[in-house]
């Protein structure tokens, strides 16, 4: 079985500040780990993903996640906030190998303050 | 990326009836789709996964006979929502997996369903 626990469902940071949101997951197989991003009444959008390989991983948008075995976690930043990344967050996990669904974490709201 | 279209955004209908959303890959093939329902404020909720042409594989706790997917073609997934009532009013995702990427989900922009 597989989870995720986003720390904080609300986060707020100034325009210009760092972006720190929080993701631990478990996984008893090596897991391929993803984040979301979704604006109001939209789906969602792939920030970044890790399957293997570097465990730092560039993203879209300014974002990178790292991977840390060791913490099981992929917290995601960002140096700089703009007020457009304001949104909602959700980090998910996927088992490796037939990965057939994604177990999402329960969200943190950003908010960007002017 | 790939594309995944949902239709229709928004829908409203009325209690007692049922609706369809559908859910299409535009440029790739989608071996396996997920439906998921989202709650205000809330994470997503994965309703059921199905693959083309079987029978869809539902989650604990939900409702096949209410929550019906269809899987017909390698490029189009349906979920139609039986004798809709209040409290099925919410957000439903589509996602489909499939193509050159095995590990990745594409979504589709969501349904707001808004039963009156």
């Known amino acids: 079985a597989q989870s995720v626990t986003q720390l904080g469902s609300h986060v707020s940071v100034s325009e210009g500040a760092l972006v720190l949101l929080r993701c631990n997951y478990s996984?008893?197989?090596?897991?391929?780990l993803f984040w979301y991003v979704q604006y109001p009444n939209q789906g969602l959008q792939l920030l970044l993903k890790?399957?293997?390989?570097?465990?730092l991983v560039k993203g879209i948008n300014g974002f990178e996640a790292e991977f840390k075995k060791s913490e099981t976690s992929f917290h995601l930043t960002k140096p700089s906030a703009h007020m457009s990344d304001a949104a909602e967050y959700f980090c998910?996990?996927?088992?490796?190998?037939?990965?057939?669904?994604?177990?999402f974490g329960s969200g943190t709201q950003l908010t960007v303050l002017p | 990326g790939a594309v995944v279209s949902q239709h229709p955004s928004r829908v409203i209908c009325k209690s007692g009836t049922s609706v369809k959303i559908e859910c299409r890959s535009l440029?790739?093939?989608?071996?396996?789709m997920f439906w998921y329902r989202q709650f205000p404020k809330k994470s997503l909720m994965l309703m059921a996964t199905?693959?083309?042409?079987?029978?869809?594989?539902?989650e604990q706790g939900v409702e096949k006979d209410k929550f019906l997917i269809n899987h017909a073609s390698l490029t189009l997934s349906t979920l139609t929502v039986t004798s809709a009532h209040p409290e099925d009013s919410s957000f439903y995702i589509c996602?489909?997996?499939?193509?050159?990427?095995?590990?990745?989900?594409?979504f589709g922009q969501g349904t707001r369903l808004t039963v009156v």
């Open positions: 996602s489909a997996r499939g193509g050159h990427s095995n590990t990745e989900a594409f």
């Open positions: 996984s008893s197989v090596p897991p391929y």
């Open positions: 890790y399957t293997t390989g570097a465990t």
């Open positions: 998910a996990v996927s088992d490796s190998g037939s990965a057939r669904q994604l177990t």
């Open positions: 440029d790739f093939q989608a071996t396996t």
């Open positions: 199905s693959n083309e042409g079987s029978k869809a594989t539902y």
